[in-house]
């Protein structure tokens, strides 16, 4: 079972488009992070939202975390082929190690 | 700039040999993980260690054991290689702060092919 479920599990959408990605979980996370893994590559962080409601921006990605702490999701605005990848939610339950989501894979065509 | 990585990108290895996948980074960071990565599952952690010597079984430990035996390298056994176990293998550390997670460093990882 996992912990963390992603929605999506496949996005394949034209340049110029709006697309939200979302992160849930029954369980309450501490933080939450968001990576994004291009093909041969391994994850890189994007944000880590810490505070349930809180909101923040990088460039044309958007991400928000639950006010319950339970859940996040990133909008992309007019998303461009570059913004092509697999994007991963990690969640922090007090452990030393992320719980990662199942991804979500995005196609953006030129 | 920081690094870390995999010794291997690519590994073919026969059912019920040993197979060992090292990792090393040059960041300092007390933690290391080993992490598999499988279509519609994400990653799954599968050992984890916050000091040399020390480490903690992650959600899929069966089947794997790890070594930390310097800060700087973690490494994962396979001690009988299945096909159930063909996968892409990813390493990462991160600094320790407490109990929060900070930022995860990953390498480019290892895909593991048993026949």
């Known amino acids: 079972t996992q912990l963390l479920e992603q929605s999506p599990q496949f996005l394949s959408i034209q340049e110029g488009e709006n697309l939200t990605v979302y992160c849930n979980s029954s369980?309450?996370?501490?933080?939450l992070q968001w990576y994004r893994q291009e093909p041969g590559e391994g994850p890189v962080l994007l944000v880590t939202?810490?505070?349930?409601?809180e909101v923040k921006k990088l460039k044309r990605l958007t991400f928000q975390f639950g006010d319950a702490r339970k859940d996040s999701s990133l909008h992309i605005t007019a998303a461009q082929p570059g913004d092509t990848g697999l994007y991963l939610c990690?969640?922090?339950?007090?452990?030393?190690?992320?719980?990662f989501g199942s991804g979500t894979r995005l196609q953006v065509q030129p | 700039d920081v690094k870390v990585t995999q010794s291997s990108r690519y590994l073919v290895k026969r059912t019920g040999e040993k197979v060992f996948l090292e990792c090393v980074q040059d960041?300092?960071?007390?933690?290391m993980f080993w992490y598999r990565q499988d279509p519609g599952l994400g990653l799954r952690l599968i050992y984890f260690?916050?000091?040399?010597?020390?480490?903690e079984k992650g959600d899929i430990p069966e089947g794997y054991s790890v070594s930390r035996e310097k800060k700087e390298r973690f490494s994962l056994i396979l001690e009988s290689a299945s096909t159930n176990q063909t996968s892409m293998y990813l390493c990462?550390?991160?600094?320790?702060?407490?109990?929060?997670?900070?930022?995860?460093?990953f390498g480019q990882g290892t895909r593991l092919t048993v026949v």
């Open positions: 990462a550390s991160s600094l320790s702060s407490g109990r929060v997670n900070t930022e995860a460093f």
């Open positions: 369980s309450v996370f501490s933080s």
């Open positions: 939202v810490v505070t349930g409601g």
């Open positions: 990690a969640g922090d339950k007090g452990r030393r190690a992320l719980t």
């Open positions: 960041m300092d960071h007390e933690n």
């Open positions: 260690s916050y000091d040399v010597k020390m480490k």
